[in-house]
T-cell receptor, first 114, second 112 residues
Framework: DGGITQSPKYLFRKEGQNVTLSCEQN?????MYWYRQDPGQGLRLIYY???????QKGDIAEGYSVSREKKESFPLTVTSAQKNPTAFYLC?????????????FGSGTRLTVV | SQQGEEDPQALSIQEGENATMNCSYK?????LQWYRQNSGRGLVHLIL?????REKHSGRLRVTLDTSKKSSSLLITASRAADTASYFC????????????FGPGTSLSVIP
């Protein structure tokens, strides 16, 4: 079955550490997105990518970095510069940006700073 | 901001009753989407309604869109305990880059 796989499901980060969240899709979608969700809140866009080797900042990109070397993969690195990284991170994809078919989401990674 | 805002923030109903959630937004849109999120999971796309549509159905779901009032509603008929989840509306904008913005969601509890 086609879909999006996020790993790990749970991740613990020590102060000052960089961590990388994995997102892989086999839907042949061009566009991929990373969102952050805090308790009781909606989703906020961190980064998005419309095509391989290209990505754009979203609303809260500071302290995060991404790469898009392959169409299927869009890893997110939470750097030590992100002062409050504890949150639920969701990866999504769509056929292309601005399409009318909705997003497909992964099951999320819960990141906790210890 | 074009962010959608769902109303109410939380809703508790008995199984079999209908659940209605509303979404208001601020700027013109191309389309509006509704998503469901079970606790600790990713979002699932439920339905998309375009700006030139007024009503859309999918199974027990009915979505309406009133562009003059910049609002949408999601009706779940004959609710079931399995419908317990958070529901989000998401809007895009009529710009060249259609960034999708999610509202804070409505938390629905269906009591068996």
């Amino acid at each position: 079955d086609g879909g999006i796989t996020q790993s790990p499901k749970y991740l613990f980060r020590k102060e000052g550490q960089n961590v990388t969240l994995s997102c892989e899709q086999n839907l042949n979608h061009d566009a991929m997105y990373w969102y952050r969700q805090d308790p009781g809140q909606g989703l906020r866009l961190i980064y998005y990518s419309q095509i391989v080797n290209d990505f754009q900042k979203g609303d809260i990109a500071e302290g995060y970095s991404v790469s898009r070397e392959k169409k299927e993969s869009f890893p997110l690195t939470v750097t030590s510069a992100q002062k409050n990284p504890t949150a639920f991170y969701l990866c999504a994809s769509s056929i292309k940006t601005g399409d009318n078919y909705g997003y497909t989401f992964g099951s999320g990674t819960r990141l906790t700073v210890v | 901001s074009q962010q959608g805002e769902e109303d109410p923030q939380a809703l508790s109903i008995q199984e079999g009753e209908n659940a209605t959630m509303n979404c208001s937004y601020k700027t013109s849109i191309n389309n509006l989407q509704w998503y469901r999120q079970n606790s600790g999971r990713g979002l699932v796309h439920l339905i998309l309604i375009r700006s030139n549509e007024r009503e859309k159905h999918s199974g027990r779901l009915r979505v309406t869109l009133d562009t003059s009032k910049k609002s949408s509603s999601l009706l779940i008929t004959a609710s079931r305990a399995a419908d317990t989840a958070s529901y989000f509306c998401a809007t895009d904008g009529k710009t060249s880059y259609d960034k999708v913005i999610f509202g804070p969601g409505t938390s629905l509890s269906v009591i068996p």
